[in-house]
């Protein structure tokens, strides 16, 4: 993603600062600019107001939430993972963790005789439940509430004309 960078590179310091939470006057100072910490709190706060320095500021902190939230296919990809992935494939003692985020629980019991493990993955009918709610356009979602609703007016009595069943 292109960024409006600033012309003056003190002035992308100065904004890079401000990003990284420091204050205004710590900012402007920290930009190599030069002067009081009295005078730098009113240059600041007048650099911050900058058409430049704020579009430069606003689509740093757009890019970096877009980079922290998970796009609806990320979700969608993990929720079909729960979905596909068999049991017999998660080991959460596999040092190469494959498929660690797919287990819910794990329970190793020891005894003189024998070892038994018992995992349990995450609910895969859950994940279809919310993948079709995270798709909620989809013309079969369309189609499943169409058939949930015949469904349920079989058990209503008015299936057939008359209401009789």
């Given amino acids: 993603m292109n960024h409006p960078i600033p012309k003056d590179p003190r002035h992308q310091r100065f904004a890079d600062e401000l990003i990284k939470g420091s204050t205004l006057v710590d900012a402007y100072l920290a930009a190599g600019f030069k002067c009081t910490r009295v005078s730098a709190l009113q240059n600041a706060k007048r650099l911050r107001k900058r058409a430049d320095i704020d579009a430069y500021i606003t689509s740093l902190q757009r890019a970096a939430a877009d980079a922290s939230t998970l796009s609806l296919l990320e979700k969608r990809r993990f929720l079909a993972r729960v979905v596909r992935t068999p049991l017999a494939k998660l080991d959460p003692e596999d040092p190469d963790h494959a498929h660690g985020d797919l287990v ?35 013309p079969e979602n369309e189609q499943a509430a169409a058939l949930t609703e015949a469904i349920l007016s079989l058990g209503s009595g008015n299936a057939l004309p008359g209401g009789k069943l």
């Avoid at 019991?109 to 709610?133: F, G, Q, V, W």
């Fill in 104 to 138: 819910k629980s794990f329970a190793l019991n020891e005894s003189e005789n024998s070892t038994s493990r018992r995992i349990e993955k995450l609910d895969p009918l859950k994940a279809i439940e919310l993948d079709n709610k995270l798709d909620a356009s989809s």
